[in-house]
């Protein structure tokens, strides 16, 4: 039986559990040769000089049940940050019982708290449950907007032009 759910956020302590949560996901996602993170690039990126990104994990009767990594990015339309998951996940055994929603919903008090003018996200297509799943929480698909990505020789070369 589920006695508590905490929400606290990382410390550089955790960047192992953190590196455990994103293979965890990789594999969820049937990637997990695409892992290339460290946990010295963890302790680095996150907890560094000039931290990238954050995260909060969710957990039930003091065991880790989840994970949400974070940053901030910027609208120039409304002219305030942005926050954007980057990932979310639930380890299998705590699936249903309220994780992710409280992930999210903490998320979304610290976008409030911060005066962020969105928080946004993507979603594999293929993941049906979690898309519904975030419909059911008010997201709203944004069908007109493609993600492009440069990464690796590409990213290389248009640095070089």
Request: aromatic share 12%; glycine share 6%; proline share 6%.
């Amino acid at each position: 039986m589920v006695t508590a759910v905490t929400i606290r956020p990382a410390t550089p302590n955790d960047v192992p559990l953190i590196l455990e949560f994103i293979k965890d996901l990789a594999l969820y996602e049937k990637a997990p040769e695409a892992v290339v993170a460290t946990e010295e690039l963890l302790h680095k990126n996150l907890f560094g000089e000039r931290p990238y990104a954050e995260v909060i994990f969710a957990y039930v009767d003091d065991k880790p049940a989840g994970f949400a990594l974070f940053f901030h990015n910027f609208s120039t339309w409304t002219g305030r940050p942005g926050l954007y998951l980057e990932d979310l996940f639930v380890k299998v055994d705590y699936r249903g019982l309220g994780i992710g929603k409280k992930l999210l919903v903490q998320l979304a008090t610290i976008a409030k708290e911060r005066e962020c003018g969105r928080y946004e996200w993507v979603v594999i297509d293929w993941n049906t449950p979690s898309r519904e799943f975030y419909e059911a929480m008010g997201a709203k698909p944004q069908k007109e907007w493609i993600i492009h990505r440069v990464e690796g020789k590409s990213l290389d070369d248009l640095a070089a032009m």
